[in-house]
């Protein structure tokens, strides 16, 4: 049985410090919500993804989401509770069984513990993944005033997961201040059950938060390097495409598809990391479909599998080899563009060009080339 996932990213997070919301900071090369994205993503029986977004952040929902395909983001509320129930509303249209409920802060919890929530509602209206709590528990102010018993407590965290028209309804019918899903449907009545979670679930709100998931990621990746290399020729035409821009130029570039040398040797980069073969394994030029093909559908194709594989991008540099078109006046703009293909903070990307002073196929300006490094870390 499917199951839609909705995603609560509209909060501002103020006490993770100063800078953007929280879900859109980069922890290990890519915006929080794009790790919890992609991690859903991974759950089998997932068919459906809404985010729900503040108003005022749709430009960077879409860097950040840049190259996966989900549905238009919904706008949130004042609340949570108001978001949740404004994400709800709007998925009501189109009949759903199932929804999983997750918070964009909690952007590392695995797809296991997701999938005990998904498959715990074959029995039951609601659950939601919990830990027990392990440490001692103290009353009091200044001092310490009395013990508190522990059992049967627990931490609670996100997904959790309900039969759609239920918490619906819960929500309908719920007043303001709940703190959670799981305080809405037990307010309607609908019981709850308890699934195993895990420590990595937990909610970036702190500073201290956002070191912690930098450090819990760097132990479990290894870096890897590959560079890529492409060349094309220069034919007919009165424009070319350089990382994703559309250059005008008294030449054209000849290939099977846009022929975007810098594009195409990044591609070779990236799939190097992972060791999946090169561009023309995935894409060959054999085939009619990839006939003049945007080049950025082959980049974020790679970028895909190395997140696939639990990989994280964390650095591009591409070095354009041509006497023309003048790369320096487009720089800027090819930075923004393959940054916004990949994910990646404009930081992470470098662009630059360099001639070879007259000699060989490219100082005699029959044609270009390019090359690319690729920088990502991979699961051990």
């Known amino acids: 049985m499917t199951a839609t996932v909705l995603i609560v990213a509209a909060g501002r997070g103020h006490r993770a410090g100063e800078g953007c919301p929280k879900q859109y900071r980069v922890v290990a090369g890519k915006p929080v ?18 985010v729900v977004i503040h108003p005022d952040d749709e430009a960077l929902y879409s860097l950040s989401i840049a190259g996966i395909d989900l549905r238009a983001p919904i706008h949130g509320g004042a609340t949570r509770q108001e978001s949740v129930r404004l994400g709800l ?11 999983l409920i997750h918070d964009a802060a909690r952007a590392f919890m695995p797809p296991p513990a997701m999938t005990r929530v998904l498959a715990a509602l074959d029995g ?21 005033a009395g013990e508190i018993d522990r059992s049967g407590l627990h931490r609670v965290q996100t997904p959790q997961g309900f039969k759609f028209d239920a918490i619906l309804a819960a929500h309908r019918a ?32 702190t500073p201290a938060d956002f070191e912690r998931a930098e450090a819990m990621l760097a132990s479990r990746l290894i870096s890897r390097c590959a560079q890529g290399y492409d060349v094309h020729r220069f034919g007919p035409g009165d424009h070319l495409w350089l990382c994703g821009v559309r250059i005008a130029h008294d030449h054209g570039l000849i290939g099977h598809s846009d022929a975007d040398a810098g594009l195409h040797a990044l591609t070779d980069a990236l799939l190097g990391t992972i ?106």
């Open 174 to 205: 719920a007043a303001s201040g709940a703190t959670d899903d799981v305080a809405v449907a037990l307010a309607a009545g609908i019981k709850v059950a308890l699934v195993e979670g895990d420590e990595r679930g937990f909610k970036l709100t």
């Open 275 to 380: 060791g999946a073969g090169d561009i023309g394994t995935h894409f060959p030029p054999s085939d009619p479909q990839w006939k003049g093909a945007s080049s950025d559908r082959f980049l974020v194709h790679a970028a895909q599998l190395v997140a696939a594989r639990g990989g994280v991008i964390d650095h591009v540099d591409v070095t354009l080899i041509c006497e023309a078109p003048k790369v320096g006046p487009h720089r800027a703009v090819m930075v923004a563009r393959v940054a916004g293909l990949l994910g990646l903070a404009e930081s992470a990307v470098s662009i630059k060009a360099t001639t070879t002073e007259g000699l060989g196929f490219t100082g005699r300006r029959e044609g270009l080339a390019a090359s690319a490094m690729a920088t990502v870390r991979v699961p051990t």
């Open 124 to 144: 039951v209206d609601g659950a939601t993944p919990a830990l027990p709590l392990a440490d001692s528990l103290r009353s009091g102010e200044s001092h310490v």
């Open 89 to 99: 509303e709007a998925l009501s249209s189109s009949a759903r069984s199932r929804v």
């Open 33 to 50: 919500l794009r790790h919890a994205v992609e991690a859903v993503r991974q759950v089998a029986g997932v068919d459906d993804i809404a």
